[in-house]
């Protein structure tokens, strides 16, 4: 699945974007969800059936919405119910009953220099919209792209450390605060996923040779020791 963009502008001048999916096999595509406003970053449940987005559908803030996969004329569930708040790329756990994302904070100043540091924060929530819980990642700035491991009490993501100022993948155990693990020590990385087996994780960072205010970047896949990142967040 994947967000689409329709040619036509949001009332802010923003482009708008459906949702669509594709037959890996035949290439053939099929609307998922056509519908005025902005849907994007799509993700399927683990069984196929069920796709999570975020969306500005109801207003000028992005929530978090379900649909079924296979019905594009089904009505999206609406997830989270955020004021203050951006919630977007969201993804499922892998037995389907909850969704992590992360949440722009929309009252908290902006950093003028670097616009990509927007104050944000960790969210999951069951697929039923009910027991939000916000997740504590200490010191760290930014959070984003959370993502599940094949253990689902862990997740990763990517933040900036306020005294080096570099962005990269860490861990953590979302019933335990403040245990975190930082997995790769680089300047710049981020979009973090682990295999279903644990044994890599995929990020993109930019490029060593990109010039200042160039979003020049590369995809890595590292093997990790899945065994002792859980040992040390347990």
Do not use: C, M
Request: aromatic share 8%.
């Amino acid at each position: 699945a994947y967000r689409k963009a329709t040619g036509k502008t949001n009332p802010n001048g923003s482009r708008e974007f459906d949702i669509a999916k594709t037959n890996v096999k035949t290439g053939q595509e099929t609307p998922v969800i056509v519908y005025p406003g902005d849907d994007k970053h799509p993700n399927f449940s683990p069984d196929g059936k069920y796709i999570v987005f975020n969306s500005e559908r109801d207003g000028n803030k992005a929530n978090i919405y379900v649909v079924p996969a296979n019905n594009s004329k089904a009505t999206p569930v609406r997830v989270t119910n955020s004021t203050d708040t951006n919630d977007v790329h969201p993804n499922f756990s892998r037995d389907g009953k909850h969704i992590l994302f992360h949440s722009y904070i929309l009252t908290a100043p902006v950093n003028p220099q670097n616009p990509e540091d927007v104050p944000s924060k960790l969210g999951i929530i069951n697929i039923n919209g009910s027991n939000l819980k916000w997740l504590s990642v200490g010191n760290l700035l930014f959070p984003k792209h959370p993502f599940f491991t094949p253990d689902e009490n862990i997740i990763t993501f990517h933040a900036t450390d306020p005294k080096t100022e570099k962005r990269n993948i860490y861990a953590i155990n979302i019933n335990k605060p403040g245990k975190i693990v930082q997995i790769t020590d680089i300047k710049n990385a981020k979009h973090p996923e682990v295999s279903h087996d644990g044994k890599y994780l995929v990020y993109s960072h930019k490029r060593n040779n990109a010039q200042s205010g160039e979003k020049q970047y590369d995809i890595s896949l590292v093997e990790i020791n899945y065994k002792k990142l859980l040992s040390l967040l347990k």
